[in-house]
């Protein structure tokens, strides 16, 4: 899920070091600095510029910082009526009920 806002892009100071936060009923699971990033956002809008033509608009998800269910030891995943919390400073939080698929 995307929102349900988004903050345009003006200059790299602004994403450079935000804290990002993953909490599953209340728990945090991920917490973690976009400056802590294996590739910087430069090199990331490089790359995808090689394959694609960006727009006023585009959305690039990266990825996730350590801690997703899949990674645990046993691997813990997301349950119907989980809440998930996704929190980034300065920007909002973004809250998400599991819904079963069927």
């Known amino acids: 899920s995307i929102g349900p806002w988004l903050v345009p892009f003006r200059t790299e100071e602004q994403i450079a070091d935000i804290a990002l936060t993953?909490?599953?009923n209340g728990e945090t699971r991920q917490s973690d600095r976009t400056s802590?990033?294996?590739f910087?956002?430069?090199k990331i809008v490089a790359?995808?510029?090689t394959f694609t033509t960006l727009v006023p608009g585009d959305v690039i998800l990266t990825g996730t910082p350590t801690g997703a269910?899949?990674?645990l030891d046993p691997p813990v995943w997301l349950q119907?009526?989980?809440v998930v919390e996704i929190a980034a400073e300065?920007?909002?939080l973004?809250?998400?009920t599991i819904a079963d698929e069927g």
Do not use: Q
């Open 47 to 49: 790359y995808v510029s």
């Open 40 to 42: 910087s956002f430069r």
């Open 90 to 92: 300065g920007i909002g």
């Open 36 to 38: 802590r990033m294996i």
């Open 22 to 24: 993953t909490r599953v």
């Open 94 to 96: 973004l809250r998400n």
């Open 69 to 71: 269910g899949a990674r």
């Open 80 to 82: 119907p009526g989980d």
